[in-house]
């Protein structure tokens, strides 16, 4: 009888500790063993020559989430994990969305209802707070907090989701008192709402104006009144999709200051730029996602953000309105002012590869800092980790065998989401996920699925340990 269920050999296996050559013994869906020359297993991988990192945990993506504006969402529970998956990732952690006027324990009673059965990896919720009443405060979200939904989101922006300072400051108190992480989306409401009524006043509304409407002051502004909320609350924040040098230099200052806030970025705001809202036609719409892509020395301060700590994650924000719809992009049609266009870009099957080629492949990061931007930082976050975001003996079997020869040219044909364009179209990358595995079961492996629906658990979260979290 074979000593493992599954050996993972001579490998190398990077974690946010260390990187170290050995093999992988997995029994019962957990690690058992790490070390060299393991006894013999009842399936082996021969990862020599490649490279094992914790499965990612993409804590920022948007799936089968209704929407206010009556546009939908193409990805739902089953197609977003698949595109995951292929990219690396075995955790996800949409968010269960509050509208106004509904109770909390409602969303996310719907939210289970859309996701039950559908999963091929495992996931978790986070919260929208959109209309924090008295009963929301006092007694709905602090119970969800108890039941394991312990991080919740909340807006500065939007007409249908913002809240004002003191709707900030009295969930900011809840989370503080319980225990919770908050994430802020972080842009000044006020002033994108009078610049888009002066840029459609002057007949500017296609696609490239959407940049105008939102510049890096609107970005600074609200990341240094979050901080503010954070320092006064006294409670850890995460600023959200952080697009450029002015707002890092608002996160970077707090930090310095003893202030615990944390900071996201995405992949548009290192491989995109306003140009690309610049296209032909209405093309331009396919990058529209909030804070917008900045320019060429925007993402070089990205980039030097995340060489230097002050971004903590490295999410998706996966957004899959498809282009060519008139539930997606197109819901007002392609007249249409920039500012009827559902918000993001698809991202979750390109998160991973797209920092290993062009962080780790480039020299820009070094192995460690992608696993703890991709996987074990936010497994810290949001009260997952060490059973996610680790290769550790007693954590889950998820793991990521790479290729870190395998070169690529992506194209939407090859992507498993169910949107219709990917803003990374043509790129060349090097370096790719060859096999995922969820819990000791290999679900993708050479391109070919090998998951069911359903497969993947829901995970009840723990009390965040911010303090924790790897710079």
């Known amino acids: 009888m074979a000593a493992y269920d599954l050996v993972i050999r001579n490998g190398t296996v990077a974690t946010a500790g260390d990187v170290v050559l050995a093999d992988i013994g997995v029994r019962q869906g957990r690690v058992v063993a790490l070390a060299e020359g393991l006894d013999a297993g009842e399936r082996e991988i021969d990862a020599r020559g490649k490279i094992v990192t914790p499965g990612g945990v993409d804590s920022h993506c948007h799936l089968d989430q209704p929407m206010s504006d009556g546009s939908v969402m193409a990805d739902g ?108 989306h972080a842009e000044n409401s006020d002033c994108i709402t009078w610049l888009t009524e002066q840029l459609e006043a002057a007949g500017h509304t296609a696609p490239k104006y959407h940049a105008d409407s939102r510049p890096s002051p609107v970005e600074r ?57 610049d296209m032909d036609s209405f093309e331009g719409a396919k990058c529209i996602c909030s804070p917008p892509p900045r320019d060429a020395a925007n993402q070089t301060a990205v980039w030097t953000g995340l060489q230097t700590g002050v971004f903590q994650i490295f999410s998706s924000d996966h957004a899959p309105f498809r282009y060519a719809d008139d539930k997606g992009k197109q819901i007002r049609g392609k007249d249409a002012s920039f500012a009827y266009v559902p918000n993001g870009i698809p991202g979750l099957e390109t998160r991973m590869p797209l920092l290993f080629s062009e962080g780790v492949g480039k020299g820009r990061i070094d192995l460690r800092t992608f696993v703890k931007l991709t996987a074990a930082n936010p497994a810290w976050m949001y009260g997952l980790y060490p059973s996610k975001g680790t290769i550790a003996v007693g954590s889950d079997a998820d793991m990521v065998v790479w290729n870190p020869d395998q070169r690529v040219t992506v194209t939407n044909s090859m992507l498993h989401h169910n949107v219709d364009y990917t803003p990374y179209e043509g790129m060349e990358l090097v370096g790719w996920p060859e096999t995922t595995i969820s819990r000791g079961a290999i679900i993708c492996d050479g391109g070919k699925l090998k998951a069911e629906a359903g497969q993947g658990q829901f995970l009840r979260c723990a009390t965040p340990e911010p303090a924790a979290v790897a710079s």
């Open 77 to 184: 529970f089953e197609s977003g994990t698949i595109s995951a998956a292929f990219g690396g990732t075995t955790t996800v952690i949409p968010f269960a969305c509050q509208m106004k006027g509904q109770a909390l324990r409602a969303v996310v009673e719907d939210y289970h209802s859309r996701a039950e059965g559908k999963a091929v990896i495992d996931y978790a919720f986070h919260l929208i707070v959109s209309d924090p009443t008295d009963q929301v405060v006092g007694q709905e979200l602090p119970a969800l907090i108890k039941d394991g939904y312990t991080s919740f989101k909340i807006y500065m922006t939007y007409d249908d989701m913002k809240l004002n300072d003191r709707e900030i400051l009295d969930v900011l108190s809840v989370a503080r008192r319980e225990g919770a992480m908050t994430m802020i």
């Open 221 to 277: 502004e609200a990341t240094h009144r979050a901080a503010t909320l954070a320092e006064i609350a006294d409670t850890p924040v995460l600023i959200v999709h952080v697009s450029g040098a002015e707002a890092i230099d608002q996160i970077r200052s707090a930090q310095a200051r003893g202030v615990k806030v944390y900071g996201e970025t995405c992949p548009q705001y290192l491989f995109l730029t306003a140009d690309d809202l």
